[in-house]
């Protein structure tokens, strides 16, 4: 652990600031990501990289790095002629990765806790063809569940604060990855790709969201990698459903064109809408896709002030 408090106790306490979008950091920093691998080949290729993208988040004042696991699971891996024991240093390594940068934070003179998630994301991920924004992918509960057991198992015993299980698009693979959590020992949060107030499967998120209510290892519920439009709903309808703090790091606004493999559109991101979020009982809040540092200095800023 990076701190005396626990990430559940920090929530309970206030307002926790989650980074931004890892990807653009890297992309920003010259790294090429048109891979099937995304951010997870630096972990084998250039791992200082995912360590230097997390510091300049945390240097920009967030409390929370979300490692760069998203995208790596065993089979993605397999694709690339990875074995398993490799791929199981490399899940490790993403854990590590975020860890040295706290450390390297802390040798800059940051004093406050510092945490660090293990990202979790959707079998859509894996397959690297947008499908993560769509869910059912024709697969049962219990073949996702096998599917994400392994690498769950493996995050949890590198020893993050938290897993994120993150970006998901359906109540399906939610149940399957609420499954996988259980007895594992690390507090989660489930956080769901929405449109509006269903998921990108298109279920209601009542109905979603509800799915994590009595789980006790899951410390916080809510949505990613939606637009900032979508946020204001889901608080209410997470924060109501379940009793337990909500977690909310759209996109900056933008849309993701997944056949050119390229962003569209413009951004709506407000940081100062985020007061408004954790009025109505965001705890963690920060961005995903193409939220930078810059945006999530603004964002611990405001929430600072007050």
């Known amino acids: 652990m990076t701190s005396t408090l626990?990430?559940?106790?920090?929530?309970?306490?206030?307002?926790?600031?989650?980074?931004g979008g890892m990807s653009n950091q890297l992309e920003s920093a010259g790294h090429d990501l048109s891979d099937e691998l995304w951010s997870a080949r630096l972990l084998a290729e250039r791992p200082e990289a995912i360590t230097e993208a997390h510091l300049a988040y945390y240097l920009a004042g967030a409390d929370v790095a979300i490692t760069s696991s998203y995208q790596a699971?065993?089979?993605?891996?397999?694709?690339?002629?990875?074995?398993?024991?490799?791929?199981?240093?490399?899940?490790?390594?993403?854990?590590?990765s975020a860890r040295d940068a706290a450390r390297q934070a802390r040798a800059k003179g940051i004093t406050r806790p510092l945490y660090v998630a293990a990202s979790v994301g959707p079998y859509g991920a894996m397959l690297a063809d947008g499908s993560e924004y769509r869910g059912q992918y024709g697969l049962s509960v219990d073949e996702l569940e096998a599917f994400h057991r392994p690498r769950v198992e493996v995050l949890a015993a590198a020893g993050p604060d938290a897993l994120a299980l993150e970006t998901v698009p359906d109540a399906d693979e939610a149940e399957a990855l609420l499954r996988a959590v259980r007895g594992l020992g690390v507090p989660a949060w489930l956080s769901y790709s929405v449109a509006g107030d269903r998921t990108r499967a298109g279920q209601p998120l009542e109905e979603a969201f509800a799915l994590a209510a009595d789980v006790d290892e899951v410390v916080a519920v809510g949505v990613n990698c939606c637009v900032p439009e979508d946020v204001d709903g889901a608080i209410e309808i997470a924060a109501r459903v379940t009793g337990k703090p909500v977690v909310v790091y759209p996109n900056s606004g933008e849309t993701w064109d997944a056949e050119s493999r390229a962003w569209t559109g413009s951004s709506s991101f407000a940081p100062e809408e985020?007061?408004?979020w954790r009025a109505s009982g965001?705890?963690?809040?920060?961005?995903?896709?193409?939220?930078?540092?810059?945006?999530?200095?603004?964002i611990a800023g405001t929430l600072a002030a007050g």
Do not use: Y
């Open 274 to 276: 985020v007061r408004g």
């Open 73 to 96: 699971t065993f089979e993605g891996f397999a694709k690339r002629g990875i074995g398993r024991e490799k791929a199981t240093e490399l899940l490790g390594r993403s854990v590590e």
């Open 6 to 19: 626990t990430l559940a106790e920090a929530l309970a306490a206030g307002t926790v600031v989650l980074d």
């Open 282 to 298: 965001a705890r963690l809040i920060g961005g995903c896709c193409r939220v930078g540092p810059g945006a999530i200095t603004s």
